[in-house]
């Protein structure tokens, strides 16, 4: 599948499906050596987050446990304020455990920002978070993200568990939006 398969709404396509395999086997042999004789919780950030999820996990051998949180940061379009609500807790009690947040795409921050805060407060082992996408954005905000797949330009992204208005998750690939799509 590539770009041509969306019709005119994909613009490109920014990261190929065997550069993010590639790109995860790195990162899981980071996240192998740093936790190594640990158990680690992977929590993954839903909706966006289960492609990384499913295919980073699978290459660490590190033992681990996963659960989610889905959270929606409040804002028009596709921005985000940083005010964040819980949709959905983790099910399992993190105190004393080394914890993993499993990002798609970090963007301004605040959303993850706040998920560090929340967590830390319920007094585990140690936070380390792991994104697949960043943009230039997120410098601006303290959050050390100690795994990063890719840094990308600020331009809008679907596929891989992005999307935009509900589609194009199941891209196995990164695509740029085309900006009539959004109404740019
Ligand atoms: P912040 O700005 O708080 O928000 O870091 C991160 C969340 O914003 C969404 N987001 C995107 N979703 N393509 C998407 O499909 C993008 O280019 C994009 N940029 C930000 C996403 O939900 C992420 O978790
Ligand atoms: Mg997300």
Known sequence: MDANDMGRDLSKVLISEDEIAAKLDELAAAIDRD?????VLLVGVLNGAVMVMADLSRRIHTPVTMDWMAVSSYGSGTKSSGVVRILK?????????HILIV???????????????????RE??????ATLLRKPEAAKVEVDVAYCGFDIPSEFVVGYGLDYDG???NLPF???LAPHVYGG
Request: proline share 2%.
């Open 35 to 39: 936790f190594a004789g640990k158990e």
């Open 89 to 97: 807790d983790l099910s399992t009690d993190v105190h004393g455990k």
């Open 167 to 169: 589609r194009y998750r």
């Open 124 to 129: 585990p082992a140690s936070i380390k978070v």
């Open 174 to 176: 990164i695509g740029t």
């Open 103 to 121: 990002e798609d795409i970090i963007d301004s921050g605040l959303t993850l920002s706040w998920l560090v805060r929340n967590l830390s407060s």
